[in-house]
């Protein structure tokens, strides 16, 4: 496996705080990208460092992805994503992530049996999704129960993993969460469960189980396939983002894996990371309602009194363009195209996006469509139902969650993270009795 070459270069980095100065080592990754490590800050001066947001902190050090959001460069250990979406397969991905190299084709076998020898709900689990409300989100239900996973497999929650416990748990969450996010569709809609298939690639499988086969056929239609393939590849990694730093930090308090990952459900539901893909449809939806006028809602999103985002704009580390989004507009023409596909909300996200990408503000502050913009309007073509869209972002950043969960275990840098604050509350002040409160 290839070991990044992380060192400390002879440069050293100097900080001067209140007089007193401290040299602080500078860390330099294998991609040349640079830190100055500041872990000693706080012990040698007194001072902490000061990042809402953390845009400029690095938590960790990590071989898994590397991305350059200035030149819109995103590589899975080494791999372009450009070439892993046109010839690998997803569970070829996945393993690459979590173990670190493409697998043999023994290697691969092996991986594919034991997620296949997991792909069953264990018994009682449906209860679970029997007993939630109807109606209820299904990220909502997908967190509970992958957070239920751990009463089911209490030998994995152990604090203190052996290297095989930790790929049980790995083989254990990735070979059922095809049947876990169907079922959370099937479920929604008081529909039957139907059962995995060993013959079926990974994406295929989900969406057998999610929304059954076309009449007569055996198997998805082949172009819904490939398009569900790139978008689980594509979603697979995306370094310390919102989720995956959520599954870092609860994992660094040794919470076993299903309860890290579940975290990282909950992270990912929000509309300003993986919940936007929804958010883009309902966002069309309701432009489309009101007429179909775009402009009021452009300027909407750049009024500073008005809390709008056009949702599927913009992105905290790519400031020229998402190289996932660039694969996924072909792939998304071309599931239009070959689907023959007329849709009013589609053709209104083409006018959008072109009003957007040709207006000062959005040119100014460099906020271009994310992968969210074109994964929710490539997910609606294909027919599956909005609420569903941040389930299957999971199902394709599972593999990412554990590869990180793993390395973060792994790693001797492993602390349980615990930032630091500046207070701004009220000084020492005397308690007040409720009978003199008044
Ligand atoms: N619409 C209108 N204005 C925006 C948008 C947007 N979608 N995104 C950013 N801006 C503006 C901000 O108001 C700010 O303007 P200012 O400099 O005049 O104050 C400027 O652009 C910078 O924005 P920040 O909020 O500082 O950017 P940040 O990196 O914190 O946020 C984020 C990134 C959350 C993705 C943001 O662009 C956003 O809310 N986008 C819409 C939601 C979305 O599509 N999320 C999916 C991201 S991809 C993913 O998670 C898989």
């Not at 030149?71 to 690998?88: F, P």
């Not at 992958?146 to 929650?157: D, H, I, N, R, V």
């Not at 020229?320 to 007329?342: E, T």
């Not at 793993?406 to 009220?426: A, C, D, H, N, W």
Request: hydrophobic share 40%; charged share 20%; proline share 5%.
């Amino acid at each position: 496996m290839v070991q990044p070459t992380l060192e400390e270069t002879k440069e050293m980095g100097k900080i001067t705080v209140n007089g007193q100065s401290l040299d602080l080592p500078v860390i330099t990754g294998s991609e040349n990208e640079q830190a100055v490590d500041i872990s000693k800050l706080r012990g040698k001066t007194g001072f902490i460092t000061m990042d809402p947001g953390l845009g400029n902190s690095g938590s960790c050090t990590s071989a898994i992805t590397f991305l350059d959001g200035e030149r819109g460069i995103l590589r899975y250990r080494g791999y372009s994503i450009e070439q892993l979406a046109e010839s690998a397969t997803y569970t070829e991905v996945a393993y690459l992530l979590i173990y670190g190299e493409l697998p043999s084709k023994t290697q691969l076998d092996t991986f594919s049996k034991k997620l296949s020898a997991h792909q069953e709900l264990p018994a009682g689990l449906e209860k679970i999704f029997d007993a939630l409300p109807a109606g209820i989100h299904p990220m909502a239900a997908l967190s509970i129960v992958t957070e239920s996973l751990s009463g089911f497999y209490p030998k994995l929650t152990n604090p203190a993993l052996s290297k095989e416990e930790m790929d049980e748990v790995i083989v254990t969450l990735m070979g059922i969460f095809p049947a876990l996010t169907a079922a959370c569709y099937r479920k929604s809609k008081g529909l039957p469960l139907i059962a995995p298939r060993k013959d079926l690639s990974y994406g295929a499988n989900y969406l057998t189980m999610a929304f059954g086969l076309p009449a007569g056929k055996n198997a998805p239609d082949e172009v819904m396939v490939q398009a569900f393939r790139q978008l689980l590849i594509l979603h697979a990694d995306h370094e310390q983002n919102c989720s995956t730093s959520t599954v870092r930090v609860v994992g660094s308090s040794r919470a076993n894996g299903f309860a890290s990952v579940a975290s990282g459900i909950n992270a990912l539901w929000g509309p300003l990371h993986g919940g936007a893909n929804q958010a883009v449809i309902e966002m069309l939806e309701q432009i489309q309602k009101s007429g179909g006028e775009f402009s009021k809602y452009l300027a909407m999103a750049k009024d500073k009194n008005s809390t709008f985002r056009l949702m599927g704009f913009g992105h905290r580390v790519y400031k020229n363009f998402d190289p996932r989004s660039r694969i996924i507009k072909v792939a998304c023409d071309k599931v239009l195209a070959k689907m023959g596909i007329k849709d009013p909300t589609l053709d209104l996200a083409k006018q959008l996006e072109a009003a957007a990408l040709a207006d000062d503000y959005f040119v100014a502050r460099k906020l271009y469509p994310n992968v969210d913009f074109y994964s929710g309007i490539i997910l609606r073509a294909l027919g599956i139902p909005t609420e569903q869209f941040t389930v299957i972002f999971a199902l394709g950043r599972l593999s990412g969650w554990l590869a990180h969960w793993k390395e973060m275990l792994e790693s001797p840098e492993f602390r349980i993270v615990r930032p630091r604050q500046i207070y701004t509350g009220s000084t020492e002040r005397p308690f007040v009795p409720l009978a003199a409160r008044g």
